[in-house]
C-alpha cells in the first residue's frame, strides 16, 4: 500500500497498475494496493533480505508514482470504509520480482542488475535462508582473508553442499 497525497487521479504512467486503489472522495487522495502472491513477514523473526527488498521496491513504486516517502504502509484504511470509494484497476496478484521488472530501473541500479535481482526474488521464499547462511560464511571467509576467485569458489561450493542437503 502507498499513499498518494495529491489529486492526480488513476494515472500509473510508468509504474505497475496497482491491483486496487482506495479514494478519499473529498480530497482526491488514493492509496494504491498491490496484493503480493507470498507473503512478506515485517517483524519478529522475519528474514531482512526480502523485507530489505520489498521496502527497495515501495521506494521505486512511491518515486514513480511521487507518492509519501515517509509513509509506513503498515496501517491504512481498508478498502471497505464507508467514506472512501475502492476502485479495481489490475486485479492482479504480484510476485516481488514482477513488481520490479515493471519498474523502469532504479537510479544507480542497472537494467541487467535490476533483471537479475528480479529472477532472484521469484525464488526468494525458497533460498532466503540459504542466502542468509551463505551471506555469513562470505563474511565469514572474507574477514579471513579470502577473496576474489577464491571467495567465489568456496561459497559455491558451500552452496552446492547446502542445495545438495536441502534436495536429499
Not at 60 to 72: A, I, Q, V
Request: proline share 8%.
Amino acid at each position: 500500500m502507498l499513499d498518494l497525497d495529491h489529486e492526480a487521479g488513476c494515472i500509473w504512467p510508468d509504474a505497475p497498475q496497482p491491483t486496487y486503489t482506495v479514494i478519499n472522495p473529498q480530497s482526491g487522495h488514493q492509496q494504491p494496493g498491490y496484493l503480493l502472491a507470498d507473503p512478506v513477514a515485517v517483524g519478529g523473526k522475519a528474514l531482512q533480505a526480502p523485507l530489505r527488498y520489498l521496502q527497495d521496491i515501495r521506494k521505486g513504486l512511491t518515486r514513480e508514482l511521487s507518492g509519501d516517502p515517509s509513509y509506513g504502509g503498515l496501517v491504512s484504511r481498508g478498502p471497505y470504509h464507508p467514506d472512501h470509494i475502492t476502485r479495481l484497476v489490475s486485479g492482479r496478484i504480484w510476485t516481488l520480482g514482477d513488481l520490479l521488472r515493471e519498474l523502469p530501473p532504479m537510479p544507480g541500479l542497472s537494467r541487467r542488475a535490476a533483471t537479475i535481482a528480479a529472477e532472484d526474488a521469484d525464488r526468494e521464499g525458497r533460498n532466503c535462508a540459504a542466502f542468509e547462511a551463505l551471506r555469513r560464511e562470505a563474511y565469514r571467509l572474507h574477514d579471513q582473508g579470502v577473496s576474489g576467485a577464491a571467495l567465489v569458489r568456496q561459497v559455491q561450493h558451500q552452496a552446492e553442499a547446502l542445495n545438495r542437503d536441502t534436495l536429499a
